[in-house]
């Protein structure tokens, strides 16, 4: 898919789900709160953008919005803790949840990846909002 977007194919149909800002301006902006950082994400996307969606945001019991992401049919949610600062790679601050059903999450687990070892200690709990 991401080949297809590169070479300008399908392009059209290419959206991004904008979910996170870190720099604005040549200004890092890891260090504000997730909050922060949404609230100018959010300035920066209002209004129309073609190919440009702002990924919604909810402040709610995470296990009701999960069962309602899987029965929309969305890949998971990624749940993150209020307050806290931008950090890449895993962190306690952030946890992914994918939907078991979701078409991308099926065909996930049953790709080849070429390591046992990777096989053997898969674990997939459940589901997103759009598609990463």
Sequence with gaps: MF???RRAR???????????LIELDGQDL????????KAK????????HPGIVLNEHYEDDGEIVFHHACKLGCEG?????????????RS???VKVKNP?????????????????????RRVTAVTRGEY
């Design 77 to 89: 949610i990624v749940s993150k803790r209020l307050g806290s600062t931008y950090r890449s790679g």
């Design 92 to 94: 306690p601050h952030w």
């Design 10 to 20: 399908h392009a059209e149909k290419a959206v991004l789900c904008a979910f996170d």
């Design 41 to 48: 994400l959010a300035k920066l996307v209002r209004g129309p």
């Design 3 to 5: 080949e297809l977007i």
């Design 30 to 37: 890891r260090r504000l709160r997730i909050e922060q950082r």
């Design 101 to 121: 059903k979701a078409p991308a999450v099926k065909r996930e687990a049953e790709e080849d990846w070429g390591s046992t070892r990777w096989i053997k200690n």
